[in-house]
C-alpha cells in the first residue's frame, strides 16, 4: 500500500530544545494530519494541513505542508516533558475516501 | 465529549480461537476503521467501512473480517487468532472534520 517516511525514528532531547521531525511521501495527499500517541491510549490530531504551502501553529507546534504535496515537517519548540510520546504524520490522498496513510511514528523523549 | 469506546484495553487469547474486537462511536459518523499498530510500523490499516453493511479492505486485510450491522458499531474478527496478531488495535472514525481514535485494544495471541 501506500506509505509515508517518517523520520527520525526515535529522538532523545534535553527539556527546552527545539525538535523537527518530517515525513515525505512519493504520492501527492490532499491533506496532512499530525498525531501525538500517548503511553496506553489512541492517537490525538495535533494539526490538520489542507493546502499546499500551508503553515499552521498549535501552541509550541508548528507544521508545514509542503508545496509539491508530497512532504510535511512539524517543530516543536522549547520541548517539556509531557511531549513525551509517539508522533505520527498521516495522509489522505486524491480520490480516496477518506483513509489515512500512517507513518512509522517518531519516538519522543525528553530529559528534565 | 465525543468518543470512540474500544470494549477492551487488554486480551489474552489462545492460537486458533475467534476473537472479538469491538468498537462503538457516539458521533454519528459513516466512516469507521480498524488499525493495527506494531513497532517501527506505524498503523497500518486493516479494514475501513464507509456505511452499514459496507466494507473494505485496507493494506494488511489478510486473517482478518469485519461486521458493521449498525452505523455505530464496527466489529474486527480475527477467525483464527495466531500468534503474528499480536498486536495494538485501534478502531476510528471519521467525518468531514477529521478523524477520531479510540484509546486502542492491546491483543496478546499465545
Known amino acids: 500500500g501506500q506509505q509515508l517516511n517518517q523520520s527520525p525514528q526515535s529522538m532523545f532531547i534535553q527539556e527546552g530544545e527545539d525538535v523537527s521531525m518530517n515525513c515525505t511521501s512519493s504520492s501527492i495527499f490532499n491533506t496532512w494530519l499530525w498525531y501525538k500517541q500517548d503511553p496506553g491510549e489512541g492517537p490525538v490530531l495535533l494539526i490538520a494541513l489542507y493546502k499546499a504551502g500551508e503553515l499552521t501553529s498549535n501552541g509550541r507546534l508548528t507544521a508545514q505542508f509542503g508545496i509539491t504535496r508530497k512532504d510535511s515537517f512539524l517543530n516543536i519548540s522549547a520541548s517539556i516533558p509531557s511531549d513525551v510520546g509517539i508522533y505520527f504524520c498521516a495522509g489522505i490522498f486524491s480520490g480516496n475516501t477518506g483513509k489515512l496513510i500512517f507513518g512509522q511514528g517518531t519516538t519522543l523523549q525528553v530529559k528534565p | ?110
Open chain 2, 1 to 110: 465529549d465525543v468518543k470512540v469506546t474500544q470494549s477492551s484495553r487488554y486480551l489474552v487469547k489462545r492460537t486458533g480461537e475467534k476473537v472479538f474486537l469491538e468498537c462503538v462511536q457516539d458521533m454519528d459518523h459513516e466512516n469507521m476503521f480498524w488499525y493495527r499498530q506494531d513497532p517501527g510500523l506505524g498503523l497500518r490499516l486493516i479494514y475501513f467501512s464507509y456505511d452499514v453493511k459496507m466494507k473494505e479492505k485496507g493494506d494488511i486485510p489478510e486473517g482478518y473480517s469485519v461486521s458493521r450491522e449498525k452505523k455505530e458499531r464496527f466489529s474486527l474478527i480475527l477467525e483464527s487468532a495466531s500468534t503474528n496478531q499480536t498486536s495494538m488495535y485501534l478502531c476510528a472514525s471519521s467525518s468531514t472534520y477529521g478523524y477520531t481514535f479510540g484509546s486502542g485494544t492491546r491483543l496478546t495471541v499465545v
